[in-house]
Structures are given as C-alpha cells and as structure tokens.
C-alpha cells in the first residue's frame, strides 16, 4: 500500500507585491512536446551560463559527436558545454548571443547521424557519495533551466556553516505565455521527481517541496501520482507574478525572507526548476549531458505554438520554421516571457540552456511609448506590487541620474528584475531598464575599484623589493 501524500494549498497566502498579468498559456498549454530536429549548422556558445565562460576543447576540422565535451572552464562558477549533433567543427569565432553582444561559440556542421559519444555512461546515483554527485552534476553541464543559468552544482555545493535542510523544486512557471515546465510535469513527472531526490542526496536535505501554481490542476494531479515519499510535499499556490522567484516561494512556503545580499542557503534552502531536475535525472539514467532542452515557441504571430525539444545551437529562426513560421511580420521577437525576456535583434542566434521560449509579438502587442525622460507621478503604485520591498522609481531616478551611492544605499541589487514595476507604472517608465543600468554600473565600479587595489598591492611590493636592491 502506497503512503497517502498530502497535496497542501496556500490560497490564502498571496504574493507580497506581484500583478497578475494575461496569462495567455492557452497557445501551447495542450501541446504536447514535439522533438525537433538540428538544423544543418549549429552554433554552440561557450558563455550559456552565469560565471566564467568557456574555453573551446576542439578546433576547426574535429569531429565530434552528441555530447563531446566542447568547451570547459577550470573556473568553480561556470559549467562545461558539450555538442548537440554529430558532425564536424567548421570553426569557433564570435557570435551574436540571445543574452546580448557576442560570445565565442563553437559551429558544428551536422551530419544528421546523431551518434553518441562512446564515453557516455549511465550512472548510479544512489551508490554516490553527496561529492560525486555534484562532480557528475558539473560534468553534465547542468545549469538552472529557469532562466536564469546559474551552475547547478554550485548550487548543490553550500558551505558546510549553511546546512541545507529543504529543497523547493519551482514548478509555479508564472511568466506569461511559456508552458515549457508545464509540459514537463506533465509527461515526464517520475523524472521531475527522480531528479528532486537526487538533489536531496546531494545537499544531505531531509524534506522536499514540489510548488506549483494553482492554474495547473493536471500538473498537480500528475505529480501527486508519482510522489510516495513523505518527505516531499506537494504544495499549490495562488496564481500571481513572480511567484516563482527563488525568494518569494521561500517567504511563502517556508515564512523565511532571505536577507539583503543574502541567498536561499543562507536560509537552509536551495531552489531548482521542474526542468533542471528533469535534466538530472535524465543525466543520471542516459550519461547524456545537457545537449537539449524544452522551449515554447508561442505569440499570435506564430502559424503552430509549440513545446519543442530543441538541440541546443540551433537558431531561433529554425525553432521558429519548425512552428510553420509567421503568420505575419512581428514587431518583436522575445527569448523568454514578456515580463522578464530579452528582446532579439536578429533570428539568427542560437537556442542556449537558458532559453525558455522564445515569443512573438505582433505590432498592436509590442507597441509601447517610451517617454524621453522619466516622469514619475508620485501614485506609489511600482512600491505597492514589488515583491522584495525596494522603491523602484527611486531606483530608476537615481540610476538615471547617475547617483550610484544612492542606488546602492537603496539596495538595488536586491532587485529580481521581475518588471512589476514597470508593468503597472501609469507614465510607462522603463523602471527595470533603469535599474539594470544601475545594477550594471555598480558591477562595474567594483570591478574598477578591485583592479586599482591590485595594481597598488603589486606597486608596493615591487617597491620593496626595489628597496632591497
């Protein structure tokens, strides 16, 4: 007899902040996910994840087959990035990166064979001690599938001061339009769940939560099937934007607010996707590293909205033809949701692990009147719906003005980017525009100020060490 598992719902608890914008997940929420197949060339980037990039491992002329290893970091924060087609290397140059600008990637001309590297090997996770499990994890290449890219087995690798005592696996998928991580609880929920249980062995935690929104009864339904473990929790919770950001599930699952500058684990928590454990559990059980990944392709300009397996290094405008192409010209086309995607210059760049849909828009959809200079009315409404308590218009003043010790006085960085702000602002202020610009320059004056102070450590000792001659 199987034990019972509770299925909790917080509808009385409600995102601190939030909107609740058109969800618009009717396109592609009933299709199923549809492999599709690599084009004839495919451009692998070796920067796909937060933290150092790359470095390649082939050259132009090599061979290479589905899942060599093509690039790799001695860096702790970074991931390695392996091949998603057989074929042959046709060259390694600069490439225009969904992410913004160029990175070096890696062209792979396939040879449609799709053979295997011959290295690749199931593996065994319940015989594997909590280290080897993260060297596999890093192994595979395995980033946070969210979005976001962050490494996953740093993630899996907290300090020993921060114990882990829960994991939340974030199915809540609150952005408009995507339907990628809905699909996968769906079809694959043993696997969501396997690769749950395998972070928990990893981080040495004793309880699990699985959240999921409560748009997304059959998904709830599926998992509840597959989850015979009492110390995993099944919860739903109130449909509103950002509910699946990494700390507010925390503060309303768990009633723990992580700390300004803090992380989850500074809480005893790590947060994955539904996706990355997908892909773990798949690693775990094929030896096949992270080489492909869900991606819906939606928008009212698009012929066929699609969940498609999508080979990474493909382009956006093959993921695009594989949907039957446009049913008209769009105004914009988004890599991500329209609340925190990144808007595309051109088609041409490639799938990366970090793309979770890629969206059309159309001219009515996309139009949108960027004033010249902020104007802000004082209506209070971009401080009511911010989920992690800042003032954004203060933010997005000081940003503007360039008063970067204001900004960080206000603790910009605390910002998720999440667009609440600038979703409800009545003037239409490119509130996160502005804060980005802000989060960005301060990066670059640490930069600045941690370059100047080596330069005057290595003067001072290259002056005492003149001062012995």
Request: some cysteine; hydrophobic content about 40%.
């Amino acid at each position: 007899m199987g034990i019972t598992v509770g299925i909790r719902t917080r509808r009385g608890k409600r995102v601190k902040g939030g909107v609740h914008p058109p969800e618009s997940k009717h396109l592609t929420a009933d299709k199923p996910i549809v492999r599709m197949e690599a084009p004839e060339l495919v451009t692998i980037p070796l920067r796909q994840h937060v933290g150092a990039p790359c470095s390649p491992r082939v050259k132009r002329g090599d061979r290479v087959l589905v899942g060599t290893l093509i690039g790799d970091s001695e860096a702790f924060v970074s991931a390695p990035v392996h091949s998603s087609v057989s074929g042959t290397v046709r060259g390694i140059a600069p490439h225009p990166h969904p992410a913004g600008g160029e990175s070096p990637a890696v062209t792979i001309e396939n040879d449609g064979l799709y053979e295997r590297d011959p290295s690749l090997r199931p593996l065994e996770w319940r015989d594997m001690e909590p280290d080897e499990i993260r060297r596999a994890v890093r192994a595979a290449g395995m980033v946070g599938l969210g979005g976001a890219a962050f490494p996953t087995h740093v993630k899996l690798a907290p300090p020993k001061e921060f114990p882990i005592h829960t994991v939340i696996l974030n199915g809540a998928e609150c952005e408009p339009f995507l339907t990628a991580d809905y699909r996968l609880m769906l079809e694959h929920p043993e696997d969501v769940v396997e690769g749950l249980r395998i972070i928990m062995s990893a981080v040495g935690a004793h309880r699990a939560i699985i959240a999921v929104e409560d748009n997304k009864p059959l998904a709830v339904k599926k998992l509840a099937e597959v989850v015979r473990d009492p110390s995993i929790e099944l919860r739903t919770l109130k449909t509103r934007y950002p509910q699946g950001a990494e700390k507010v599930l925390i503060t309303n699952l768990l009633g723990r607010e992580v700390p300004s500058g803090g992380l989850p684990m500074h809480v005893g928590v790590v947060v994955n996707n539904v996706g990355t454990a997908r892909a773990i559990a798949q690693y775990f059980r094929t030896g096949l590293p992270l080489v492909e990944r869900v991606v819906t392709v939606t928008g009212s300009v698009i012929r066929e909205p699609s969940n498609l397996l999508v080979p990474l290094g493909s382009s956006f405008a093959a993921a695009v033809e594989a949907c039957g192409g446009f049913s008209a010209s769009p105004a914009k086309v988004i890599m991500g949701g329209p609340m925190m995607g990144l808007a595309q210059y051109t088609l041409e760049v490639p799938v990366v692990k970090g793309t979770s849909g890629i969206l059309a828009l159309s001219d009515r959809e996309a139009a949108y009147e960027v004033p010249r200079e902020p104007v802000c009315i004082r209506c209070g409404r971009c401080v009511e719906v911010c989920p992690m308590n800042l003032i954004p218009t203060y933010l997005a003043a000081f940003s503007h003005r360039e008063k970067w010790d204001q900004v960080r006085r206000l603790n910009i960085n605390d910002c998720i980017e999440c667009g609440c702000c600038t979703y409800t602002c009545p003037t239409r202020n490119p509130i996160v525009q502005l804060i980005k610009v802000g989060k960005a320059e301060l990066a670059r004056l640490k930069t600045l100020q941690e370059q100047r102070a080596r330069e005057r450590e290595e003067a001072m000792e290259q002056g005492g060490r003149d001062g012995d001659l």
